[in-house]
């Protein structure tokens, strides 16, 4: 597309922040990710080096490695801060959560694009992770030790907790411990209308719903513009 277009393109500058040469020999580094990113240098170089105009280069040491007249030191720059206040939001279920994961999937999507000052927080390893990758601005909460937990509950200021809990033969023996969970993080929270939760709805900050995955929705999006505000 670039060759084709060459007479109509100004200016092709390759910006580059990897000393993939260096990196070659650089044994503190994972041996297949010193292959990988030398392998791509190369097949960059290969393939775009004689379209090339000039080289942005993020440190004065990867400027050396090209010539002076084509190279220009571009160190990256502060983000541009922002007014937005940010809505934390989390679900922290396990390995037998697995039917509210499947049901919050789609809910948190939506919400994820209605809303764009809302953060999604789940717990779980990378099987989890590719399960709700397609959830944006997810972040992802490994499993720690049980007081370094409640640590993070109380440290995080989160927003809202969700706790849905699907009618299944397993689920109807469960406690409240999701509830009581969000109450300590001091966030509200929003949790399935149905035992034990309702036992639960006194607390501060607790709001009930049903499984319509629409209500949660339009719940989740209700309490996270409040908050906002």
Same mark, same amino acid.
């Given at each position: ?10 200016? %092709? ?6 000393? $993939? ?14 292959? @990988?990113?030398?392998?791509?240098? +190369? !097949? ?33 720059? #502060? ?5 937005? @206040?940010?809505?934390?939001?989390? *679900?922290?279920?396990?390995?037998? =959560? @697995?039917?509210?994961?499947?049901? +919050?999937?789609?809910?948190? @999507? ?9 953060? %999604?927080?789940?717990?779980?390893? =990378? ?15 490994? #499993? ?19 706790? #849905? ?19 300590? !993080? ?13 036992? *639960? ?5 607790? =709001?009930?719903?049903?499984?319509? #995955?629409? $209500? ?10 409040g908050l906002a505000r």
């Amino acid at each position: 597309m670039i060759e084709a277009a060459r007479d109509k393109v100004v200016e %092709v500058v390759w910006l580059i922040d990897d000393d $993939a040469v260096a990196a070659r020999d650089d044994q503190w580094l994972p041996k297949d990710y010193r292959m @990988r990113l030398l392998d791509e240098y +190369l !097949s960059f170089k290969r393939n775009f080096a004689h379209l090339v105009d000039r080289v942005w280069a993020s440190t004065p040491i990867l400027a050396a490695r090209f010539p002076a007249t084509r190279v220009d030191v571009r160190p990256p720059r #502060p983000l541009p801060q922002t007014q937005d @206040r940010w809505i934390k939001i989390f *679900y922290h279920g396990t390995a037998s =959560h @697995r039917r509210e994961h499947a049901f +919050l999937l789609p809910i948190l @999507r939506e919400v994820q694009n209605r809303l764009t000052n809302t953060v %999604v927080e789940v717990t779980g390893d =990378h099987a989890l992770y590719k399960m709700f990758r397609a959830v944006p601005r997810l972040r992802v909460l490994h #499993p720690v030790a049980w007081p370094d937990y409640l640590v993070h509950l109380r440290a995080s200021n989160y927003d809202l907790g969700l706790a #849905p809990l699907l009618d299944t033969p397993f689920n109807r023996a469960r406690s409240g411990v999701k509830a009581l969970e969000v109450a300590w !993080s001091g966030a509200q929270g929003l949790l399935s209308n149905r035992p034990p939760y309702t036992d *639960y709805a006194h607390l501060p900050g607790m =709001h009930l719903v049903g499984d319509e #995955p629409s $209500a949660w929705v339009d719940e989740i999006t209700r309490i996270a513009g409040g908050l906002a505000r």
